[in-house]
């Protein structure tokens, strides 16, 4: 099966839910004493829950530690979660064992953020990209066509085939890691900050790349970023995460124009921006401190230690995600209130 | 002997560094300059030459070699000063503020003392009860909850964001007249970062020194500089007051930097990439090292290397097509 011939399968499904994620969570053991018993938990992710539909891009933002790369691991059975479920088109991947799992791993893949540590220094490129046909015993039937054919629809040359990967820049290195993520037609991939370890003019590149793949062959993508910037460029929808929670959810226009959880108009406010003529007209949000430990979060909303607008009830009591104001998209902030604080985005 | 110069003075520098494949040359003839007070970004991707040039001020480098050029800084050419010379002016007159606070501090020492060692390092005559009096004022500028608790302990025991405070703190603590910040606010989360940068703020108000950030983050720039440097390949490729490159760049590298960046604060249907990838050092490109990306190119830029020409009030190009260019920038800008 061609690339093209697998693409329209999956076109014809724009829009059908492709995953659905249900609680889940993610505690690393922390163990302890002579015997190295658990004492604790690192509770990485503490009870996720979203879905993504076909030709969708779902984006995952949140600072270092809030539990997205985790939480894009288990949704490829990289990690086992702890519990909750991952349902892949309604079979729920969360509990399979490995022999179960096989022949649904082909339908999800991961791209990873480092194109210099996921790629083999001793493999050529037509083997890296050929691995996961071989690992699935489809390379014997016309394995080094697929590849050539994954190459040119990465914008790679047929010549490259034959290089190793370290003869690469980090760009071509990601295309590289994308082809093989694409090797075996996938519906859905996880993109773990796919584009942040590369020079701007490069991660354009890559990023318009990704963008005309979902286009032409229907995938869908759980996009993990720290990115804002990239993220209000690639993404349908987002989900914002702290500290092993989602906070707030929404279409990209709620969570850029309209967003009302403290955490996300925090971010927005924070992140600086490329035009000089917007110096000091932001009202920028400083946060003060840092996230707080996830073997030991603080009770009720996890923010509320960072959050100018805490109070008694915030320490007492967990806010669910739901929508308070009405505005179409829900947040976990007892006391939420729209608040755009891009220029521009008062409307 | 006071010059009228400004502050720092990098003229025609070229820094080489030797490999088993050949010579490098990672800095090639970069010139621009840092007045009194100014701060300066230094903006470029990897391999374009911004950290090299920034640590070749202090002799940082450690395999690379003054190929050609001069650093002057208050009128003196900072190559050929005594050691001991320069050695009173590190960490004095001029401070480094580095990416990773950790490669910065001394594990095993408090911060306090570290501080308090800077300042008598300096200064020979401060008192015990003064130095220490100083360190904690300075913690305490810096946005340190409890400063003086926090004088008594270790690195270790600060999290990543009062660390990079912690050496902010001992860079201006000698009232420097040039702060140097290499990546300061890379590989901090967003919420950090707009700590960092308000405490840069606050650091550069607090001793009038000027600035020489070096960074990436055309958005960092855009916030924090009163002039931006543009550097590609080793070279200066255009320079000039922020609001004027970023508005009206006069650089097809410029252009293209901004023409890929994806925007906060606005929708943008398709990022238009610079195709294509830096050049190695190892043998750069003849003519202009831009070219084989450049739109513009012709055989003039195969040839003949552009030199840096003025564009406009204080802007300058390094494109011999950089008239061309106005025409371009409204499709940037809008």
């Known amino acids: 099966m061609t690339v093209e011939t697998a693409a329209a399968d999956r076109l014809d499904r724009l829009g059908e839910e ?330 | 002997m006071e010059s009228t110069e400004p502050l720092l003075v990098i003229d025609d520098l070229a820094v080489e560094f030797r490999t088993d494949e050949g010579v490098v040359k990672a800095v090639d003839g970069a010139s621009f300059s840092v007045g009194r007070g100014e701060i300066v970004g ?74 308090v060692e800077a300042l008598k390092l300096h200064d020979k005559k401060l008192s015990k009860a003064a130095a220490r009096d100083r360190a904690i004022e300075l913690l305490a500028l810096v946005g340190m909850p409890d400063a003086a608790a926090r004088f008594k302990q270790y690195p270790h025991e600060f999290s990543g964001g009062m660390r990079q405070r912690a050496m902010i703190a001992m860079a201006i603590a000698n009232g420097p007249s040039l702060l140097i910040a290499d990546e300061p606010t890379t590989a901090l989360d967003v919420t950090i970062q707009a700590q960092v940068l308000d405490l840069l703020k606050v650091a550069q108000q607090e001793t009038q020194a000027a600035t020489l950030l070096i960074t990436h983050d055309l958005g960092v720039v855009a916030e924090l500089a009163d002039r931006v440097v543009v550097m590609y390949a080793g070279r200066v490729v255009e320079q000039g007051d922020v609001t004027t490159v970023f508005t009206e760049p006069r650089h097809p590298y410029t252009v293209g930097l901004l023409e890929s960046l994806p925007r906060l604060d606005r929708d943008v249907d398709e990022l238009h990439p610079i195709p294509g990838s830096p050049p190695s050092l190892l043998a750069p490109p003849p003519g202009c090292p831009f070219h084989p990306r450049c739109p513009l190119a012709r055989d003039r830029c195969r040839t003949e290397r552009p030199q840096p020409r003025v564009v406009g009030a204080g802007h300058q190009s390094a494109c011999h097509f950089a008239a061309e260019l106005a025409a371009v920038h409204t499709e940037v800008t809008r």
């Open chain 2, 42 to 115: 230094v903006v470029g991707e990897s391999g374009s030459g911004k950290s090299v040039t920034a640590m070749s001020i202090l002799g940082l480098v450690k395999s690379g070699r003054r190929a050609g050029g001069t650093i002057r800084f208050r009128g003196r050419d900072l190559a050929t000063l005594p050691a001991k010379e320069l050695r009173a002016i590190r960490g004095a007159e001029i401070a480094m503020i580095f990416q990773d606070p950790m490669t910065a501090l001394n594990p095993v020492v408090t911060v306090g003392r570290q501080i």
């Open chain 1, 18 to 347: 492709v995953l659905r994620v249900d609680d889940l969570t993610m505690h690393f053991p922390i163990r302890g004493g002579l015997l190295r018993r658990p004492v604790g938990a690192v509770r990485a992710v503490d009870g996720v829950s979203f879905a993504l539909d076909q030709g969708e891009t779902l984006s995952l933002v949140g600072e270092s530690g809030c539990g997205k790369s985790t939480t894009g691991r288990m949704v490829v059975r990289l990690l086992e979660p702890t519990s909750g479920r991952i349902l892949y088109r309604g079979n729920d991947l969360a509990t399979m064992s490995e022999d179960e799992l096989r022949p649904w791993r082909s339908k999800t893949q991961i791209v990873f953020q480092d194109p210099y540590a996921s790629l083999s220094p001793r493999m050529t490129v037509h083997d890296i990209v050929a691995e996961p046909l071989r690992v699935q015993g489809k390379y014997r039937q016309g394995g080094a066509d697929r590849v050539s054919e994954l190459l040119d629809l990465v914008g790679l040359q047929p010549e490259h085939a034959n290089r190793y990967a370290h003869e690469f820049s980090g760009g071509q290195r990601q295309r590289i890691g994308i082809a093989r993520a694409l090797a075996l037609d996938p519906e859905l991939l996880v993109l773990d900050e796919p584009v942040s370890a590369l020079d701007v003019s490069i991660q354009a590149q890559v990023v318009n790349k990704l963008r005309e793949l979902q286009r032409r062959l229907g995938l869908a993508y759980l996009f993990i970023s720290h990115d804002l910037s990239i993220v209000r460029h690639v993404s349908h929808r987002i989900a914002v995460m702290y500290l092993g929670v989602i906070v707030e959810t929404g279409t990209r226009d709620e969570i850029f124009a309209a967003p009302q959880h403290p955490y996300t108009q925090a971010l927005l406010s924070a992140v600086p921006v490329p035009d000089p003529r917007l110096r000091g007209a932001r009202e920028r949000i400083t946060l003060t401190g840092d996230v707080p430990n996830p073997a030991n979060p603080p009770s009720g909303c996890r923010f509320r230690t960072r959050c100018w607008k805490a109070q008694a009830k915030c320490a007492e009591e967990v806010p669910a995600l739901e929508d308070r104001l009405g505005a179409g998209h829900p947040s976990a902030c007892h006391f939420p209130e729209l608040l755009p604080v891009l220029p521009g985005a008062a409307s």
